[in-house]
């Protein structure tokens, strides 16, 4: 029963790592047209004295755009610090549960930060709020985005949470621990030689 279960999670996940990867490859071309537009509006504003467009508001849309799309990606790849001296040393069965503990807080900190952000949106949506520049950008836009990356960043967790969950039941502790283990310095050093 578990297996057939696993086998949708593990497909679910893949995909869902397929996808992150490449917003995050789309998140970075972002960032660097982001620089690009700054360098242009700044070295404008030097040499003619003027702005051309309103830079820091569309670059400040694009990080906040940027940054929650790539939470899922991070988590995925686990490229998120973690301070870990106490966990290496640690046995097995702590290490599942400081595991759990772990993913499931930031389930609920993705669901409170989604409630969060989803009332922002709406908000601005209801009140027709617009930027006060030039641009007037209705700010329900650039919120509903940010917004969605929030909701993918949530869908990820949940997914990963209940994929982990599954390899628990199932007595798959490799799995496991590929899913939401802290990598040591030798999977570190196998992960680099591979490259």
Request: hydrophobic share 55%; net charge neutral.
């Amino acid at each position: 029963m578990f297996e057939n279960l696993a086998q949708i999670l593990d497909a679910a996940i893949n995909r869902v790592n397929q996808v992150s990867r490449w917003i995050a490859r789309l998140g970075g071309l972002i960032l660097i047209a982001t620089v690009l537009m700054i360098v242009v509006e700044v070295s404008f504003r030097k040499l003619a004295g003027r702005s051309v467009f309103p830079a820091t508001e569309i670059s400040g849309y694009f990080m906040a755009i940027i940054a929650s799309w790539s939470f899922a990606y991070a988590m995925l790849e686990k490229a998120h610090i973690r301070i870990d001296i106490f966990y290496m040393k640690s046995s097995h069965r702590l290490r599942n549960l400081l595991d759990i503990l772990s993913i499931c807080s930031l389930a609920l900190v993705c669901v409170y930060a989604t409630d969060a952000a989803m009332a922002i949106a709406f908000d601005a949506y209801e009140s027709n709020a617009r930027s006060n520049s030039p641009l007037m950008t209705p700010l329900w836009i650039p919120q509903t985005l940010w917004l969605l990356g929030f909701v993918w960043f949530t869908i990820s967790v949940f997914l990963l949470l209940l994929r982990a969950l599954v390899a628990l039941l199932c007595h798959d502790q490799s799995r496991f621990t590929s899913l939401l283990s802290s990598p040591s310095v030798d999977d570190h050093i196998n992960e680099i030689s591979r490259n």
